[in-house]
Structure formats: C-alpha cells, structure tokens
C-alpha cells in the first residue's frame, strides 16, 4: 500500500506535534506547514497529498482562503480545525468545500477515528452503481448524468454514493449522518440539509430522485 500524506496545518507548533505525532503512530507520513502560506507552497509543491487538517486563524493566509485556493484545483478531502462553533463559520466551511469540521479544544483520538474514517472511504475502491441516468465511478470518484460528468465535492459524492446505494429507502438524518460521515456527528442536521441542496443543484432535473421526507430525513426514488 502507498503511503498516504497528511498535511498538518497550523500556525501553533505545539499543536501540530501533537496531531503529527498521532499521526505517525498509525503509519501517516506527516507534512508540516506554519501558516496559510506555506501550506499552499507545500500542497502544490508535493502533489501527492492525501489529506489536508487545516486550522482557521492564521497568519499570511488563513484556512478560508487556503481552502478557497486548493479547491481551485483538487478535491482532496479537508478537515477545518477551528476554535469556532457559530453555525455561520461552519456553512461558510461548508460552502468553501470543507469535507469535516473539529472544534478545539478536540481529542486527539476522536480527530484520528475522524481522520481514519475519511481516509478509508476515499481510498477503497468499490465497483460503480447506477440509477436512473445517473453512473457513479467510485474507482476514478467520478459521476456522470446521462454520460456528461459534473464535478462534486468529496462529501456530495459520498451523500449520492449512499443515497443510491439504499435507493427507495426512508433515511433519516441521524441516519445519513453516521453513515456519510462515519462517526457520531455532534451537530445538527442542517449540516445535511446544507449538503443536499447543494447536490440537488449539481444533479439538476435529477435532483428531483432526492425526496425530502418531512420530519425524518430523505429518499432517493426515481
């Protein structure tokens, strides 16, 4: 197996040798970067990034605009670390094309299951499923409407892999919520609502498959 690169971003030293070293123990090569600057050299620079922890304030540039910079260019998935919990910075994260959000103060073992989790969803590889006019390679993580692909962030391809995996069936949003993002999301469910309006825009006619089920969650069905 390669090796998979974490880039560790943060303007305080000794945060990042803390989440580096949690790191390293699960056998994670770790790339260091000081401020938003430099993370946008270093991601560049090496090419090969698997993962992105980025904190929020910090000097030259900060995690909004780093993360506004590589999603130009890549969909490699970004976890914000932040010492913000207002649901506007988290829609704004979300709208920017973060994938995970961790406020501190976190625990270094909760953030490593989170790193876990997303790591291991974008690199198995699963055959591809269809429905309705909709092929989704989760090989190349690619998705095409009727044979014109459309470009979704890691999470929105995530939420339609799931949604058409269990097609036809009533999902609620604690539900989604374990199930995309893998861990017990402490939040509340606008974080989905967020996510499925923004996936039904991309789908176009075709997010009409994605029905709200009021009071309980969503139903993809065509």
Request: hydrophobic content about 40%; aromatic content about 10%; overall charge negative.
């Given at each position: 197996?390669?090796?998979?690169?974490?880039?560790?971003?943060?303007?305080?030293?000794?945060?990042?040798?803390?989440v580096?070293?949690?790191?390293?123990?699960?056998?994670?090569?770790?790339?260091?970067?000081?401020?938003?600057?430099?993370?946008?050299?270093?991601?560049?620079?090496?090419?090969?990034?698997?993962?992105?922890?980025?904190?929020?304030?910090?000097?030259?540039?900060?995690?909004?605009?780093?993360?506004k910079?590589?999603?130009?260019?890549?969909?490699?998935?970004i976890?914000?670390?932040t010492?913000?919990?207002?649901?506007?910075?988290?829609?704004?994260?979300?709208?920017?094309?973060?994938?995970?959000?961790?406020?501190?103060?976190?625990?270094?073992?909760?953030?490593?299951?989170?790193?876990?989790?997303?790591?291991?969803?974008?690199?198995?590889?699963?055959?591809?499923?269809?429905?309705?006019g909709?092929?989704?390679?989760?090989t190349?993580?690619?998705?095409?409407?009727?044979?014109?692909?459309?470009?979704?962030?890691?999470?929105?391809?995530?939420?339609?892999?799931?949604?058409?995996?269990?097609?036809?069936?009533?999902?609620?949003?604690?539900?989604?919520?374990?199930?995309?993002?893998?861990?017990?999301?402490?939040?509340?469910?606008?974080?989905?609502?967020?996510?499925?309006?923004?996936?039904?825009?991309?789908?176009?006619?075709?997010?009409?498959?994605?029905?709200?089920?009021?009071?309980?969650?969503?139903?993809?069905?065509?």
């Open positions: 197996m390669d090796e998979i690169r974490v880039l560790v971003v943060d303007d305080e030293a000794r945060m990042r040798k803390l580096c070293d949690f790191l390293q123990k699960r056998g994670y090569v770790t790339i260091e970067a000081e401020d938003g600057e430099r993370a946008v050299e270093l991601f560049f620079e090496k090419k090969n990034i698997d993962l992105v922890l980025l904190d929020v304030m910090m000097p030259k540039m900060d995690g909004w605009e780093v993360c910079e590589i999603r130009q260019y890549s969909k490699v998935p976890i914000m670390l010492a913000k919990s207002e649901e506007r910075d988290e829609l704004l994260g979300f709208k920017l094309g973060v994938d995970e959000y961790v406020s501190k103060p976190f625990s270094p073992k909760i953030l490593m299951a989170r790193v876990d989790a997303i790591l291991r969803r974008t690199t198995t590889v699963e055959e591809n499923c269809e429905a309705g909709i092929v989704i390679d989760k190349a993580h690619q998705v095409t409407i009727d044979g014109k692909p459309i470009e979704l962030s890691v999470k929105e391809f995530e939420l339609l892999s799931y949604f058409v995996t269990n097609r036809g069936v009533a999902l609620s949003r604690e539900k989604i919520l374990n199930n995309v993002w893998n861990y017990d999301y402490f939040g509340d469910a606008r974080t989905i609502d967020t996510h499925v309006k923004k996936l039904r825009n991309k789908l176009g006619e075709k997010g009409e498959y994605i029905k709200t089920i009021w009071g309980m969650g969503y139903k993809f069905d065509y």
